[in-house]
Each structure stands twice: as C-alpha cells, then as structure tokens.
C-alpha cells in the first residue's frame, strides 16, 4: 500500500512539473501570454491537456514534445 502512495505523489510531481514546463515554454515561445493561459486554465482546468489544447489551436502541434521535434528540425 506505502508503494502506492510514493508512486502517485511521484507521478503528481512529474505531472506538476510539465504543466510547469509547457507554461513556461508557451509564454516563452510566444504562443500564448500569461493572461490568455490563465483565462483557458480557468474555464477548462490546470492541466496539461489545457495546455496542450491551447498549443494546437495555436500551432496545429498535439503535444509539446511535437511541436519541439517540429522546431529543432
């Protein structure tokens, strides 16, 4: 049961850090403003998959780790 919990907060801290990630990188890419995420984040939730919604509507790319093979081409 003790393994469980290690493996879940573990995976709630990889989850943390690439909502954290993509964030930054989408502001930093100049995809979307910080105004705009939090607005998204606000009506559809804090999660990656919100982030990555907002990354298509933008780029057409399904998932960070797409649109960064896409760019480093």
Known sequence: MEDFGKTFFKEQIDSVSEFDLVWDNLIEYGIANEDELRLVTSINGSNIDTLN?????????????????????
């Open 53 to 73: 919604s907002v990354l298509y509507s933008r780029t057409g790319y399904r998932s960070w780790e797409q649109y960064k093979s896409m760019i480093e081409e």
